[in-house]
């Protein structure tokens, strides 16, 4: 299944690139994510929960950060499994500076297996669409609502350190731009 879209986000370019580098920013950004935990440079072990119908459970993988053309693009690849099957994609983000804002624009591929593979072809499509939405709104939360310094990659934390949300987020329908 592929996805795609287009989002705009409040902040510059540089500060959402950096975003995509910390592990509690991402963290805190994903709805449902309990766990990320930095297993290497760019690599993270997760757990995220989600209570979206047909797709519902916990899932635990990793996710990887590659493919970096700072601070134009980045590909996030993801394998992730549970109760409902197992989820592979990966996502090619694009980063466009746009005044004070960026022009975020993505692709992404997604395999399902297993039993949440019998949802049907439209309905996973819906729900990846309304995932990516929930995860760049998430980024939008956290960026606009953290001060005017950039987010310290530099400061990822040491491998096997798991980075907790600070809080659970309430899963929020959101529209893709």
């Known amino acids: 299944m592929k996805v795609s ?3 705009t986000v409040a902040v510059p370019r540089q500060r959402l690139w950096e975003a995509f580098h910390d592990p509690s920013v991402l963290a805190r950004a994903v709805p449902g994510c309990t766990r990320l935990e930095r297993t290497g440079p760019g690599r993270y072990a ?9 797709v519902a459970g916990t899932y635990h993988g990793d996710l990887e950060v590659v493919d970096r053309q700072a601070p134009s693009s980045v590909t996030l690849a993801l394998s992730v499994a549970g109760t409902p099957g197992t989820v592979r994609g ?7 500076e746009d005044g004070g804002t960026t022009v975020l624009d993505y692709d992404a591929e997604v395999e399902v297996a297993g039993p949440v593979k019998t949802v ?9 669409q309304r995932s990516a939405a929930e995860v760049l709104a998430g980024l939008e939360r956290e960026l606009v609502g953290v001060g005017s310094g950039a987010v310290a ?5 040491a491998v096997g350190t798991t980075v907790e949300p600070s809080a ?5 329908p959101v529209a893709v731009d």
């Open 153 to 157: 990659a530099a400061s990822a934390p």
């Open 5 to 7: 879209g287009q989002h």
């Open 120 to 128: 049907g072809g439209r309905l996973l499509t819906s729900v990846a």
């Open 46 to 54: 997760a757990t995220v929960s989600t209570p979206l119908t047909s």
């Open 168 to 172: 659970p987020r309430a899963l929020v």
């Open 90 to 96: 990966s996502a090619h983000v694009r980063l466009e």
